[in-house]
């Protein structure tokens, strides 16, 4: 089965600027998660989705957002960009099994690393 | 109370070695630690998962001990390898499954594991 992918691998944008990541779930997982990594504040939570639509959210500025689509996939988007905003992102799938009483194992993908100049 | 700290901060093992790194939170709700592993350029792959109704887990050279009591949980590598090298991640979550909701995963700093040949 093939893994988490995740594109770009890379990208650059400058201030201001708005960006979108996708990623594309390991199949037949239901939940999708994002998590920003920064050398200074490590992995971070940033939003979950199951169903198309969001179940959780992290302490993250209106200008994170996302969204999740029929087939799983997902996508998120940072508006505005600021030079803090660079880092790994991070989508990990998770098959979130129906009456299953605790969560499913989260599987990371390969992350987008993103610069802004 | 959603910290999850992990100490150290970056460890270096002879070949053949323990490594030992500790983790300790202080919300008494989390019922899921996992210990992710990481190299450069990939995103965080799962090693081996507790949750607190056991004190001690063992994965081939890989062994988590969750002490309750006193909110603390560790990874032990036996026969420490130099393919061992990468940074190590614990991390805590409620486990929650309510309506197809994951939770969130909240993750240490990491630890930086150098194994010398």
């Known amino acids: 089965k093939a893994g988490v992918t995740q594109t770009p691998r890379y990208l650059i944008k400058t201030r201001g600027q708005q960006v979108t990541l996708s990623c594309s779930p390991i199949s037949g997982h239901r939940s999708v998660s994002w998590y920003q990594q920064t050398p200074g504040q490590g992995l971070q939570f940033l939003f979950e989705?199951?169903?198309?639509?969001?179940?959780n959210k992290g302490n993250f500025p209106g200008r994170f957002s996302g969204r999740q689509f029929s087939n799983s996939r997902s996508e998120m988007n940072v508006s505005t960009l600021e030079l803090g905003d660079s880092a790994l992102y991070l989508c990990a799938s998770s098959l979130a099994r129906r009456g299953l009483a605790r969560a499913d194992t989260q599987y990371f993908g390969p992350g987008t690393r993103l610069t802004v100049l | 109370q959603q910290q999850v700290k992990q100490s150290p901060q970056s460890l270096i093992v002879q070949k053949g070695g323990i490594s030992i790194i500790n983790c300790a939170y202080e919300?008494?709700?989390?019922?899921?630690f996992p210990w992710y592993q990481q190299f450069p350029g990939k995103g965080p792959a799962l090693l081996i998962a507790i949750r607190p109704d056991v004190s001690e887990k063992k994965e081939g050279r890989f062994t988590i001990s969750f002490n309750k009591s006193a909110k603390q949980f560790s990874l032990h590598i036996m026969d420490s390898q130099p393919g061992d090298s990468a940074t190590y991640f614990c991390a805590a979550s409620t486990a929650q499954n309510y309506g197809g909701s994951q939770g969130n995963l909240i993750f240490g700093k990491g630890t930086k594991l150098s194994v010398k040949p």
């Open positions: 919300n008494t709700a989390f019922d899921y």
């Open positions: 989705y199951f169903s198309e639509t969001q179940r």
